[in-house]
């Protein structure tokens, strides 16, 4: 049985030991955890990572709430030219033990709100590890087709030029006999 891969920073908030007015959470990336999150993430590099949350015990778990800073290097998708994604994002998360999540005979129809803001998520023991959801925030806010401004394919010279584009373009030029252009 292998063991789980170890966090890229440490967010480890352990439910038993956190006060019943909650406590404050705040992680500033250095350097090297920086470049860890930009592998993990598979994008040039992440020059700012910060994020400041407030934990609060909630029905035998917690709630996490607060915000994520970030900026982000990435290649352009037109020209590969670096492109920068400042990024800042709400988080509020619900993290509940198994015991509070409602058990449903097997076969049995299951409603779920997919809309609903407070569905809670399911943890195992008493930590909740907060690298795992901030970097999962990090994930979803980064654009996965980034661009600098004004970019596009038309200043490239690979717009439309009145005739079929295309690998199959292409195949059917020769398929009807020979490399001529319509």
């Known amino acids: ?52 949350l407030t934990v609060v015990p909630l029905r035998g778990g917690l709630r996490a709430q607060g915000t994520l800073k970030a900026r982000i290097v990435q290649p352009s998708v037109v020209t590969f030219e670096p492109v920068v994604q400042d990024i800042a994002e709400t988080v509020d998360r619900v993290f509940l033990p198994a015991e509070h999540v409602e058990n449903h005979a097997p076969g049995a129809e299951v409603f779920i709100d997919l809309e609903d803001d407070d569905f809670p998520d399911h943890i195992d023991g008493p930590e909740v590890d907060l690298s795992a959801l901030l ?19 038309d200043a490239l010279g690979l717009g439309e030029d009145g005739g079929q584009g295309g690998p199959f373009a292409a195949l059917a030029r020769l398929k009807d006999g020979g490399d001529q252009k319509d």
């Open 1 to 52: 049985m292998s063991r789980p891969e170890a966090p890229i920073f440490d967010a480890i908030v352990r439910i038993d030991k956190l006060p019943s007015a909650g406590r404050s959470v705040s992680v500033k990336a250095d350097e090297p955890t920086r470049a860890a999150i930009a592998a993990a993430m598979k994008v040039t590099a992440v020059e700012r990572f910060e994020a400041e």
């Open 135 to 153: 970097l999962e925030t990090l994930a979803l806010a980064i654009d996965p087709y980034p661009r600098a401004e004004g970019e596009s394919l």
